[in-house]
């Protein structure tokens, strides 16, 4: 199985979306790591991610961090069979998992995108459609495989509940490894 990426959205002075006590930042943050050990558990290897603790890359802004995360993973990984960035969205926005239909994607990074996608999300939400979207993350990013954006849930949800962060790195791990079932024994 090839090496994957996990990129945890937001961190350091870019928390991204709150609710009370809780911060996009830290939920990412806590599903990467909680998805990291599970893909390991099963023989998946190795599995990076972008970051490891609380931390921006040095942005002058949002924007600007993102456009750094994106350079960071260009300068720091190659050859790696897949991109998943975790998010959580805000109390009223969309969840579901985004994949990159430009002009900037190859066709095969178009289709094996939307196959992640849809596999993540079924394993995620059982029903629902996917989305593309022209984020930096998914475009700019230089290796051809598939990347996807998840937004795992909402900020409003039951994150504090320890068992519901393991439910949600269950279902997105078991997402991934649908994915990779069709390429490889697992």
């Known amino acids: 199985m090839p090496s994957i990426i996990l990129d945890p959205g937001h961190g350091g002075r870019y928390s991204g979306a709150t609710h009370g006590s ?45 456009n ?5 993973v260009n300068r720091t990984f190659s050859g790696y069979g897949a991109l998943i960035s975790i998010h959580v969205n805000t109390a009223l926005g969309s969840t579901g998992v985004y994949w990159y239909d430009g002009s900037k994607a190859t066709e095969y ?23 593309t979207e022209d ?24 994150w504090s509940e320890d068992y519901y962060r393991e439910a949600i790195a269950q279902r997105v791990t078991d997402g991934i490894l649908r994915y990779f079932r069709r390429y490889y024994p697992i």
């Open 22 to 66: 809780n911060k996009e930042e830290e939920i990412t943050l806590d599903i990467a790591n909680r998805v990291r050990f599970k893909l390991i558990d099963v023989g998946a290897s190795p599995v990076y991610q972008t970051r490891y603790e609380d931390e921006d890359f040095g942005g002058v802004d949002g924007n600007d961090d993102i």
């Open 109 to 131: 990074e178009r289709t094996e995108s939307r196959a992640l996608a849809n596999d993540m999300n079924l394993e995620l939400f059982g029903v629902g459609s996917v989305w």
């Open 135 to 158: 984020w930096a993350i998914l475009r700019d990013t230089w290796e051809s495989c598939p990347k996807v954006l998840a937004e795992i849930g909402q900020i409003d949800d039951e």
């Open 68 to 72: 750094k995360r994106v350079d960071y």
